[in-house]
């Protein structure tokens, strides 16, 4: 049983920057998906980003360019900085984590592990 606790969200203004962490426990998780997702209040969670055990890692359109997803597997821990921040990137962050040692999985439905989320508010 994999337990995930995320930390550092918060408020920031418009163009500022946050870094999001992600520590597993209970089992290693080096070489599982480690993702980020998020939602809106009335949206669905949607994709973020995700990194493979090897290092492999893939975004959503409209971040790739502002946030990056790293990992450290000795601390099975996994990170979100981003940057420039937008109103729309406000949401409640969830990390996820699969046992899955190949591609990059994109579905909410494909993770068997969530966070509890951390909120994440971009004033304007």
């Known amino acids: 049983q994999v337990r995930l606790a995320e930390s550092g969200g918060g408020l920031v203004d418009t163009g500022g920057s946050l870094t999001l962490s992600c520590e597993a426990s209970?089992?290693?998780?080096?070489?599982?998906?480690m993702a980020w997702f998020r939602q809106a209040p009335g949206k669905e969670r949607e994709f973020v980003a995700a990194?493979?055990?090897?290092?492999?890692?893939d975004y959503r359109d409209g971040v790739a360019d502002r946030f990056s997803i790293s990992r450290d597997n000795r601390k099975n821990t996994a990170w979100l900085q981003m940057h420039s921040l937008k109103p729309e990137d406000t949401a409640v962050y969830y990390c996820?984590?699969?046992?899955?040692?190949?591609?990059?999985?994109?579905?909410?439905?494909?993770?068997?592990?969530w966070g509890q989320g951390t909120q994440v508010t971009v004033s304007s």
């Open positions: 996820a984590v699969e046992n899955f040692a190949g591609r990059i999985l994109y579905s909410v439905g494909k993770y068997t592990y």
């Open positions: 209970g089992e290693t998780v080096s070489r599982s998906i």
């Open positions: 990194i493979t055990g090897s290092g492999n890692t």
